[in-house]
Structures are given as structure tokens and as C-alpha cells.
């Protein structure tokens, strides 16, 4: 009797730590939110494994599990997906834009927003365009998928200057894609100011990294 009430009381502890990753945590970043996500799930799922089976197999088969969807397994990565990322690196060659695939399987289009913007602008830098273009394109070519702009600054200025400048960058790429033929409700926009930072903005070279435009594509399993 005390081994089944241990055993339940480790699935209830589990089964909470896999509710809370899908929590938002404040001021993480996307991939923090992954990383964070994946390890309170593999030790969710660890703790759940070893009530049920009561050995290191189970314990080993429930840490996998609970990782894939601590990070946030509802994404697919096809090969729609990997032909889109494969188009969009050579649409961003010698741009400055970096593309990569996110832990959670989805596609991630970094816009430093010194080639985008002017100074404390919202408004496109045409030299952006064709990377925008081709990113239109692909999702036109790939209906199944939604996408997420989030617009970022550096901590120089206030926030009631860097919120709605960043809100407004998102805007702005979010115009274009629909002004190419994308339908709007498959878009997001949001502006994070200067509360997610990817480098110090103790140096110029930081802030630099900072300013930017993080575009994220994903696609749903059916």
C-alpha cells in the first residue's frame, strides 16, 4: 500500500512538472524557453517512468519522452520545412540574416535590424526586401504554417520608446509578407523592446546583435 501511494504521489509530482512547461516564464528568450522546457520535462518524465516501471529502463524511457515535450514536440519538421530553410539560406547570403532550425522544429530568420532600419526607424530598408520575398514564397508554398515575428532593440533609450519601435519593426515585416500574398491571420507580431537580449549592450558590437528582427515559422503536426 505505502509502494502504490509513493508511486502516485511521484506521477502526481511529474504530471504537474509536464503542465508547467508549458507555462511562459516572463523574460526568457524562445530558445531559453526550449531549454528550460526540455529539462523540467526529462526530469518530469524520469520521475513518472521510474513509479510506473520501477526500474532504470522505464526511469530512461520516461526522461526521453518527457524532454521531447518539455521542448515542445507539436512542431513537424518536414521536408516542406527543410526545402524552406534550405531556400531562405540562400535568399540571406551576404545579408547579414541568419536562418536556422530551433529546437522545437521550427524555422528561425534572424533580421539584424541595422540592415533593415534606419536609426530609430520602423520603416524597411529595401535591401531587405528580397529576403522578405522569398520568405513570402516559401509559405506560400507551404500553407500548413504560421508565423511569429517578434521585433527586439538594445537597452539604449527607454521603453517608451524601444516597446512600441520594436512592436512597429514587427509590424513592418508583417506588411510586406501580407503586402506578398501571405494571408495576415497566419501572422503575429510582437515587440519585446529591450527585454530579451541575445549579447551584453555593454559594447556597441552587443547592442548591434541585440537590435533585431527574430522571424519564426512553424508547422503543426496534422
Not at 102 to 107: C, E, K, P, Q
Request: hydrophobic share 40%.
Amino acid at each position: 500500500m505505502k509502494k502504490a501511494f509513493t508511486s502516485l504521489t511521484v506521477a502526481a509530482t511529474a504530471a504537474a512538472l509536464l503542465a508547467g512547461c508549458a507555462a511562459p516564464a516572463g523574460n526568457m528568450t524562445q530558445g531559453q524557453h526550449v531549454g528550460v522546457g526540455a529539462g523540467v520535462g526529462a526530469v518530469a518524465g524520469a520521475l513518472l517512468g521510474q513509479a510506473i516501471g520501477h526500474d532504470r529502463e522505464s526511469t530512461l524511457i520516461g526522461a526521453a519522452a518527457g524532454a521531447v515535450l518539455g521542448a515542445g514536440g507539436s512542431y513537424l519538421w518536414s521536408q516542406q520545412m527543410q526545402q524552406q530553410k534550405a531556400a531562405m539560406e540562400q535568399a540571406a547570403q551576404g545579408t547579414g540574416v541568419q536562418v536556422s532550425q530551433t529546437a522545437d522544429n521550427r524555422l528561425r530568420i534572424n533580421i539584424p535590424a541595422d540592415a533593415s532600419f534606419a536609426t530609430g526607424s520602423a520603416v524597411l530598408n529595401r535591401n531587405i526586401y528580397p529576403v522578405l520575398e522569398r520568405l513570402a514564397q516559401t509559405l506560400q508554398q507551404n500553407p500548413n504554417t504560421t508565423v511569429a515575428i517578434i521585433g527586439h532593440t538594445d537597452s539604449t533609450g527607454s521603453d517608451a520608446i524601444n516597446n512600441p519601435l520594436s512592436q512597429n519593426r514587427a509590424n513592418a515585416a508583417m506588411h510586406y509578407l501580407v503586402s506578398k500574398g501571405v494571408a495576415g491571420q497566419r501572422i503575429s507580431t510582437s515587440g519585446m523592446g529591450a527585454s530579451q537580449p541575445v549579447a551584453s549592450n555593454a559594447t556597441e558590437a552587443g547592442r548591434a546583435q541585440n537590435r533585431r528582427v527574430e522571424i519564426y515559422v512553424a508547422e503543426r503536426t496534422r
